[in-house]
C-alpha cells in the first residue's frame, strides 16, 4: 500500500517543542493492542501477575540497568496495561562490562527511545513464549502503537501520581481500560 498523507497522517499528542530528551519525570501508559488482557487478572483490588505480567514486570525494571540515565520509579501491571514513571537523568561514563573501564558518554535516550525499548523487549520476549509455552497470542501487536506520557513538573504531581498507580488495581472496576467497566472514571483521574 502506498502512502498516502491524507490517509495515512498521525497526528502527534506529544507536546510540541518539547525535548523529551531532557532530564525529567515522565508518566507514562502503555496499553495492549485491542486493551486485550493479557497479563493477569485482577482479584479483590489485587493484580495477580500471570508469566506474561511477571515478564513485563521484569523488563520494566530491567530498563535502568541496560539504559544508563533512565531511572524507573513507580510502576504497575495491569491486566492491559501499564503505568509507569520514567525518570532520564542525563547520560554520563559508561563502564565496560569486562573491564570496568569506561567506554566514553552513553547516549543519551529520549522518553520515546525508552518505550520504544520496552515495547520492543517485551513483544520479543512474549512471542518467544508463544511458541515454546503456548502464551496466548495477540493480534498482530502486542502494545498500541502510541502511549499516553505526562511530563511531571513538581514534587506535588510526583507523589499524587505515585499514589495514582499504587491504588490503580483497587479501582479496577472503574478503569477506563477495564473492557467490563461500568462507570469508567475520567481520562485525567490521576490529576485529582
Known amino acids: 500500500m502506498n502512502y498516502d498523507p491524507d490517509r495515512h497522517h498521525r497526528r502527534s499528542i506529544r507536546l510540541k517543542g518539547f525535548d523529551y530528551s531532557q532530564?525529567?519525570?515522565y508518566f507514562v501508559t502503555i496499553c495492549t493492542q485491542n486493551r486485550a488482557c493479557l497479563f493477569g487478572e485482577i482479584v479483590e483490588g489485587e493484580m495477580r501477575l500471570n508469566e506474561a505480567g511477571r515478564m513485563v514486570h521484569a523488563a520494566w525494571e530491567e530498563l535502568?540497568?541496560?539504559y544508563p540515565g533512565v531511572?524507573?520509579?513507580g510502576f504497575v501491571v495491569m491486566p492491559n496495561h501499564i503505568h509507569g514513571i520514567v525518570v532520564l537523568v542525563g547520560a554520563g561514563p559508561r563502564a565496560c562490562p569486562d573491564h570496568g573501564q569506561p567506554q566514553g558518554v552513553a547516549p543519551?535516550?529520549?522518553l520515546v527511545d525508552v518505550v520504544h525499548r520496552f515495547k520492543t523487549l517485551t513483544t520479543k520476549r512474549y512471542a518467544d513464549r508463544v511458541k515454546q509455552f503456548g502464551w496466548p497470542p495477540?493480534?498482530?501487536r502486542l502494545w498500541q502503537r502510541n502511549y499516553y506520557e505526562h511530563i511531571i513538573r513538581d514534587?506535588?504531581?510526583l507523589n499524587r501520581i505515585r499514589r495514582y498507580i499504587l491504588d490503580n488495581p483497587a479501582r479496577w472496576?472503574?478503569?477506563?481500560e477495564n473492557p467490563a467497566?461500568?462507570?469508567p472514571e475520567a481520562e485525567d483521574a490521576w490529576r485529582l
Open 23 to 25: 532530564s525529567g519525570a
Open 64 to 66: 535502568s540497568i541496560h
Open 71 to 73: 531511572e524507573c520509579d
Open 108 to 110: 543519551t535516550l529520549s
Open 138 to 140: 495477540f493480534p498482530g
Open 155 to 157: 514534587e506535588e504531581s
Open 173 to 176: 472496576a472503574f478503569d477506563r
Open 181 to 183: 467497566a461500568m462507570a
